[in-house]
């Protein structure tokens, strides 16, 4: 079955742009994650969706990050005014979640550089 | 903070040999923990985990190992091929939290 997409798989933009990163969970799963990793590091949580409920925005780096998921679907991360430090790997996972701690699937996804 | 600590090392094996990657953790609260194998240009892919009320499990070629004593874990990878070449992350969480702590990877390499 398809996985975990998302769109695009690279980005360049220059400084101070509005970005979007778009990600199509695995149907079905109602958990959604998003992180960012950095060149050689590991994983950085930015923000939980589960179902209806308000999501969890503890790992928004800033407030220049936000996200969105319209539907209990597909979730959209923007950041604004983007700086060179943005410049990162963005993946999201989804999950079942039927459970706490049901495995993550990841997407392949979003390669951000920021000129 | 709380953190999964394991700075980004290389583990060079040969090809058919078995390898060990480390992970230390620093929450004794911790309760469970799971290793994901992340290929070039690829999403992070579950391998296996483990619960805190066991100190052993195996999968398909794999074998985690936890030590609560001193707060440690470990992956066995048997007959190690070169599809195995990856970084492998360890991470941990509370039961009651679905947040998973990262820890930084260890980049497994094969030796032909």
């Known amino acids: 079955g398809a996985g975990v997409s998302q769109s695009p798989s690279n980005k360049v933009t220059e400084k101070g742009k509005d970005v979007e990163l778009r990600c199509d969970p695995i149907?079905?799963?109602?958990?959604l994650y998003w992180y960012r990793q950095s060149l050689g590091q590991g994983l950085e949580f930015l923000i939980y969706?589960?179902?209806?409920?308000?999501?969890?925005k503890s790992g928004l780096p800033s407030d220049r990050f936000s996200a969105e998921r319209t539907g209990g679907s597909v979730s959209t991360l923007t950041i604004q005014r983007t700086q060179q430090e943005d410049s990162a790997v963005y993946l999201c996972?989804?999950?079942?979640?039927?459970?706490?701690?049901?495995?993550?699937?990841f997407g392949p996804g979003t390669r951000l550089l920021v000129l | 903070g709380e953190s999964v600590g394991l700075h980004l090392p290389t583990l060079s094996v040969q090809e058919g040999d078995n390898s060990i990657i480390n992970c230390a953790y620093s929450?004794?609260?911790?309760?469970?923990f799971i290793w994901y194998k992340q290929e070039s240009g690829k999403g992070p892919q579950f391998i296996i985990d483990?619960?805190?009320n066991m100190d052993k499990r195996q999968g398909q070629r794999v074998t985690v190992l936890l030590n609560k004593t001193v707060k440690h874990l470990s992956l066995q990878i048997a007959a190690t091929q070169p599809g195995d070449s990856a970084v492998y992350f360890c991470?941990?969480?509370?039961?009651?939290?679905?947040?998973?702590?990262w820890g930084a990877g260890t980049k497994l390499i094969i030796k032909p």
């Open positions: 149907s079905g799963h109602t958990a």
């Open positions: 996972a989804s999950s079942l979640a039927s459970r706490l701690q049901e495995t993550q699937y």
């Open positions: 929450n004794s609260a911790s309760d469970y």
């Open positions: 991470a941990e969480s509370l039961d009651s939290n679905y947040q998973l702590i």
């Open positions: 969706f589960q179902g209806n409920s308000a999501p969890d």
């Open positions: 483990i619960r805190s």
